[in-house]
C-alpha cells in the first residue's frame, strides 16, 4: 500500500527566500506524481504534473523534481512570495490497478510574511 | 478551461437525514472521486468511479453510497447523517488521456448537528 510523506510540517520564510518542500512515497512502481495546493477552506489546485519518464517539471517559480529510485519528489519556490502562502500536498498513485487514485501526504503549511 | 464544480459550499444538517452531495465535471473525464478531510488525518478517498454506473468503494465507504448515472455527475449521498460525517468534502476527476491529472472543486463543507 502506497505510503506519502512530506517533510516538514510547517516552514514559515521570509519573502523572497527560495525554498524545497520534500516528499516521499514507499512504492516506487509510479507512473506520476501530483502537486497540488490548497488555500483555507478551499479545494485543491493542481500546481505540477511529473510523469515517471520526467525527472523534473517547471511552472513559473516551481520546480518540481522526481526520483523514483530513492522515492522522493521535492518542489522547490524561488523568490517566495507572501501570496505563496497555503499548503502543499503530493500525491502519488495508490497503487495496484489504481485507475488514477491517489495517496496523499499530510502536507507542508507555508507561510510567507513581508 | 477544466471546471469541477459542487452544489453546495456550506451546507448545515441533522443527524439521520439523508443528504446529496452532487458534483459536476465538463471535462469528458471518466474518473471521478469522492474524498473527505479532516485535521490530521488529511484526505482521505471516499468512492470513486471510473465510468458511467461503475463504482468502487475507496478507504472509507461506511456510511456512504454514490451515484453516477450520467458520465460529467457524481453524487455522494449520506444515508443518515451523523455528527462523525461533519467535514470538508471534496471531488475530483481525471483522464487516464491526461496522464490521471486530477482535478478538484471548490469543495463542501458540510455540518450534521
Known amino acids: 500500500k502506497q505510503e506519502v510523506t512530506q517533510i516538514p510540517a510547517a516552514l514559515s520564510v521570509p519573502e523572497g527566500e527560495n525554498l524545497v518542500l520534500n516528499c516521499s512515497f514507499t512504492d516506487s512502481a509510479i507512473y506520476n506524481l501530483q502537486w497540488f495546493r490548497q488555500d483555507p477552506g478551499k479545494g485543491l489546485t493542481s500546481l505540477l504534473l511529473i510523469q515517471s519518464s520526467q525527472r523534473e517539471q517547471t511552472s513559473g517559480r516551481l520546480n518540481a523534481s522526481l526520483d523514483k529510485s530513492s522515492g522522493r519528489s521535492t518542489l522547490y519556490i524561488a523568490a517566495s512570495q507572501p501570496g505563496d502562502s497555503a499548503t502543499y500536498l503530493c500525491?502519488?498513485?495508490?497503487?495496484?490497478?489504481?485507475?488514477?487514485?491517489?495517496?496523499f501526504g499530510q502536507g507542508t503549511i507555508l507561510t510567507v510574511h513581508p | 478551461d477544466v471546471k469541477v464544480t459542487q452544489s453546495s459550499r456550506y451546507l448545515v444538517k441533522r443527524t439521520g437525514e439523508k443528504v446529496f452531495l452532487e458534483c459536476v465535471q465538463d471535462m469528458d473525464h471518466e474518473n471521478m472521486f469522492w474524498y473527505r478531510q479532516d485535521p490530521g488525518l488529511g484526505l482521505r478517498l471516499i468512492y470513486f468511479?471510473?465510468?458511467?454506473?461503475?463504482?468502487e468503494k475507496g478507504d472509507i465507504p461506511e456510511g456512504y453510497s454514490v451515484s453516477r448515472e450520467k458520465k460529467e455527475r457524481f453524487s455522494l449521498i449520506l444515508e443518515s447523517a451523523s455528527t462523525s460525517q461533519t467535514s470538508m468534502y471534496l471531488c475530483?476527476?481525471?483522464?487516464?488521456?491526461?496522464?490521471?491529472?486530477?482535478?478538484f472543486g471548490p469543495g463542501t463543507r458540510l455540518t450534521v448537528t
Open positions: 500525491a502519488a498513485p495508490a497503487g495496484g490497478t489504481s485507475y488514477g487514485k491517489l495517496t
Open positions: 468511479s471510473y465510468d458511467v454506473k461503475m463504482k
Open positions: 475530483a476527476s481525471s483522464l487516464f488521456l491526461k496522464g490521471y491529472e486530477q482535478y
